[in-house]
């Protein structure tokens, strides 16, 4: 098993986390594994991804590296489910108190419709270990479609897709599940 990030603290923070895998720090658009893996897990990443060529281009890495009957396992999120969630409830705050912290955490998302785009602010405020913190971070998530799963799969060489609402498979209501047979 291999884990790939782009980012060398993520990738860092894996390795603690389980000594049974090897971690290498990449970016999944350029990466090649030393060898074909039966299975790509895929969480949490393909919403990062907001240019159409690099959505169409982490499908065909996953195709390149996969062999015949290989399988893509992925989640995303899909863009009519979380307009619906971020509609009526675009704030959400929570603060979290031990021996050593009290710890605000706000985020704040809009939407851009055109571009199914997430913004996110995430605001966090507080004192840890007797050291004020504050930081703010902002960022954006493209969400996706079912038609553009299933072309970008099958331009990249997936046979068989399947798409299963977030509901029916345990994650989050605004996510897909992604199982595709290479």
Request: net charge negative; hydrophobic share 40%.
């Amino acid at each position: 098993m291999i884990g790939i990030d782009r980012s060398v603290a993520l990738i860092d923070r894996a390795r603690e986390r389980n000594r049974g895998a090897a971690f290498v720090s990449a970016d999944l658009l350029t990466w090649t594994p030393p060898e074909a893996p039966g299975a790509v897990l895929c969480r949490g990443v393909l919403n990062d991804l907001l240019l159409e060529d690099e959505r169409r281009r982490a499908f065909e890495q996953f195709s390149s590296w996969l062999p015949p009957d290989g399988i893509l396992l992925a989640d995303v999120r899909e863009w009519e489910s979380t307009a619906a969630r971020y509609a009526n409830n675009s704030k959400n705050c929570t603060t979290v108190r031990n021996d050593r912290c009290e710890l605000r955490f706000e985020t704040e998302t809009a939407l851009n419709p055109d571009d199914r785009l997430m913004l996110v602010r995430e605001r966090y405020v507080g004192v840890v270990d007797g050291v004020e913190a504050e930081e703010t971070y902002d960022f954006a998530m493209r969400c996706w479609t079912k038609a553009e799963i299933r072309d970008y799969a099958a331009t990249a060489g997936f046979a068989d897709v399947q798409l299963r609402a977030g509901r029916q498979v345990g994650i989050a209501p605004d996510r897909i599940q992604v199982v595709a047979l290479r």
